[in-house]
């Protein structure tokens, strides 16, 4: 059974940083033929885009609202895919989920609805 582990949340003080870890397991699963990417939801509202990293790695999309201070990384080998947060805001507290398919597109990698696997999430709360 594939399934995908969040780890790295916690509280931080406004303008720390965290750095959040998707670990996939699962006899045959690799993370090298899933697009993989982070989502967020804060209480009361839709879960929203945050990143995502194609399947080789060598391509990374963010929302453009953190830009600069979001970046998604993976390793294959390690079959995890990181979200290093920088410089972080009350705002993005939230609880982040990361999520992984193996037919996302340019065009689909922001819709939550498109993604095949998710884990339980992490809460991440930002004290300011």
């Known amino acids: 059974q594939l399934q995908l582990l969040e780890s790295g949340g916690g509280l931080v003080q406004a303008g720390g940083s965290l750095r959040l870890s998707c670990y996939a397991s699962?006899?045959?699963?690799?993370?090298?033929?899933?697009?993989v990417a982070w989502f967020r939801q804060a209480p009361g509202k839709e879960r929203e885009f945050v990143a995502c990293?194609?399947?080789?790695?060598?391509?990374?999309y963010y929302a453009d609202s953190l830009k600069g201070r979001f970046t998604i990384s993976s390793d294959n080998a390690r079959n995890t895919v990181y979200l290093q947060m920088n410089s972080l805001k009350f705002e993005d507290t939230a609880v982040y989920y990361c999520?992984?398919?193996?037919?996302?597109?340019?065009?689909?990698?922001?819709?939550?609805?498109?993604?095949?696997?998710w884990g339980q999430g992490t809460q991440v709360t930002v004290s300011s």
């Open positions: 999520a992984a398919d193996s037919a996302i597109t340019v065009a689909t990698m922001a819709d939550p609805q498109e993604y095949e696997l």
């Open positions: 699962g006899r045959t699963f690799s993370f090298a033929t899933y697009a």
């Open positions: 990293i194609s399947w080789d790695g060598d391509d990374a």
